[in-house]
């Protein structure tokens, strides 16, 4: 049986995921919160909420995007640096 260990966890990595996962968590929260808002009729006050919770998944979702991009990417790298240059 061959020793298959894993590559440990970076700290870069964690916190890649977690910063996307917050971002698209968020956004859609926001886009739920739209949706009930706006299907019940109501009106969000004319506050900074209103327009934080219409523009945040504007940004937010590409973000989280680019975010799970980049942590496959270092995925790839720490795993390529982990399994030395002669494997594929």
């Known amino acids: ?5 894993r590559p440990p966890v ?4 964690r916190s890649l995921a977690f910063f996307s996962l917050a971002l698209i968590g968020l956004s859609v929260v ?7 808002v706006g299907g ?9 909420l209103q327009y934080f919770v219409q523009f945040f998944p504007l940004l937010a979702l590409p973000l989280g995007a680019l975010g799970i991009i980049a942590l496959f990417v270092v995925g790839a790298v720490e795993r ?9």
């Open 1 to 5: 049986m061959p020793d298959e260990t």
């Open 80 to 88: 390529r640096k982990y399994n030395g240059p002669g494997s594929k």
């Open 40 to 48: 019940a009729g109501m009106k969000i006050p004319s506050t900074q």
């Open 30 to 36: 926001a886009i739920l919160v739209l949706i009930i």
């Open 10 to 13: 970076s700290r870069l990595q």
